[in-house]
Structures are given as structure tokens and as C-alpha cells.
């Protein structure tokens, strides 16, 4: 078995307690690297590892175009019922 699918299984184990938990507690510091980026609405960022997409989520407010890759099924669903909630709210 591939690194890829042991870390997608490993990571898709509990994924809403990550998406839920988890990432949340990483808010100021994924704002920090965000500021330190300095990102405009003219850039992209490829966000790898994106897990349940709370960092994707923050860039893509700030205007920013985002895609994110993970190795887990399971948070890749959550990333995509996420991003499709914040493109839904921002029309």
C-alpha cells in the first residue's frame, strides 16, 4: 500500500472531528501565514494537505482563487460541501 493511501486512511479515520475540532484551533495561525503570504485576488494558492479546507476557506474569502488536494477521501468530501457553502454564501 501506497504513502497516499495509508495517510488517506490514516486522516479519513474520524474526519468531522478534524474539520470541526481541529482545524479550528489552527485559525490564528493559518490568518498569520495568510498575512504573511500577502495574497492578492489576482494570485492562486494550491493548498496541499488541505484536510476539511478551513485554510482554503480563509484565502478564498480574501478574493484568492484556491484548490486543495488531500490524501483523504473523507476530508476531501467535507473540503467540497465547505467550498460549495462559501461560494453559495458569498452570491
Known sequence: M?????????????PEDWA????????AGYEHVLDLL?????????????GSGFFSNLAY????NVVGIDASTALL?????A???MI???I
Do not use: P
Open 2 to 14: 501506497g504513502s497516499h493511501k495509508i495517510q488517506g486512511e490514516l486522516w479519513g479515520k474520524h
Open 61 to 64: 474569502s480574501k478574493g484568492v
Open 83 to 85: 467550498v460549495k457553502s
Open 38 to 50: 500577502d495574497l492578492k485576488s489576482t494570485d492562486s494558492l494550491l493548498d496541499v494537505g488541505c
Open 77 to 81: 468530501f467535507i473540503y467540497n460541501h
Open 88 to 90: 453559495n454564501s458569498l
Open 20 to 27: 470541526l475540532i481541529q482545524e479550528a484551533t489552527g485559525n
